[in-house]
């Protein structure tokens, strides 16, 4: 049914009271219809680039040049705001008992490459069992670990992942060596599109991915650090009941 024609759609919109649900279809909708385009567009660009003969135009060069890099930085952007959309359809209901170790050693499977390229090293403490989306906890890891690592000082990333048992709930903490964040933006961090350093080819939206994960499965996450002096990460998640 159009919008126009439904009042509660409307007023929705008008009070800026859409459910993430509802926010998280549009977004998926839209990311699936730019797909197409932008891997068209930035083919045909590149074709003609390979096409040029040499020593032609290099204006022309330049200008092809510019389309194929924000043919690149879109597409970077569309498949953020997949995973952001996804992450906001955690669903509980569809929740398996999780060892999180194991969804931890997948992300580092994943991330090898980039890990072994800046000479990155990353130890963990036992993990234990939960409830959840296996999906989308090897996404929190593989988030928080690239964050870490991309964000990194001049020395080669360490980063250590351990979990405490409190009362109700584990809590978790990636702790890193890297240049840290101030501590007026711990908060801003998790927000998206958020990026503290601008000539990141990112979208800014890995953290709030990240913070929508936790949120999904009745957790909190949070940052606590100070520039300078490395980054912590905790997030929590329920115990298993039984």
């Avoid at 385009?37 to 135009?57: C, N, Q, V």
């Avoid at 970077?76 to 996804?86: N, P």
């Avoid at 999780?98 to 090293?121: D, H, K, N, Y």
């Avoid at 405490?164 to 702790?175: S, T």
Wanted: net charge negative; charged share 20%.
């Amino acid at each position: 049914m159009p919008l126009d024609k439904n009042p509660s759609s409307r007023d929705a919109i008008r009070t800026g009271q859409i459910p993430e649900q509802e926010i998280s279809q549009l977004l998926l909708r839209a990311c699936h219809d730019l797909r197409t385009p932008l891997r068209s567009i930035g083919a045909h660009a590149e074709l003609l680039l390979r096409d040029l003969p040499a020593g032609g135009d290099s204006g022309l060069e330049e200008r092809l040049g510019f389309i194929v890099d924000g043919s690149r930085t879109m597409n970077l952007l569309v498949d953020g705001l997949a995973a952001y959309s996804i992450a906001l359809q955690t669903d509980a209901r569809t929740f398996q008992t999780v060892p999180l170790e194991v969804m931890l050693r997948t992300a580092l499977s994943g991330l090898a490459p980039m890990l072994s390229g800046c000479g990155a090293e990353v130890s963990y403490d036992s993990l234990p069992v939960v409830q959840g989306s296996p999906d989308r906890l090897i996404q929190l890891f593989e988030n928080l670990i690239r964050n870490s690592v991309n964000h990194r000082g001049p020395a080669a990333p360490r980063i250590h992942i351990g979990a405490e048992a409190h009362a109700n709930e584990w809590l978790f903490g990636l702790r890193d060596n890297g240049p840290g964040v101030d501590a007026d933006d711990v908060e801003a961090i998790f927000k998206p599109f958020e990026r503290l350093d601008a000539t990141h080819p990112g979208p800014g939206l890995g953290l709030a991915v990240c913070r929508a994960i936790v949120s999904g499965h009745g957790g909190r996450i949070w940052c606590e650090s100070k520039a300078g002096a490395g980054a912590a990460f905790f997030f929590t998640l329920p115990k298993v009941v039984g």
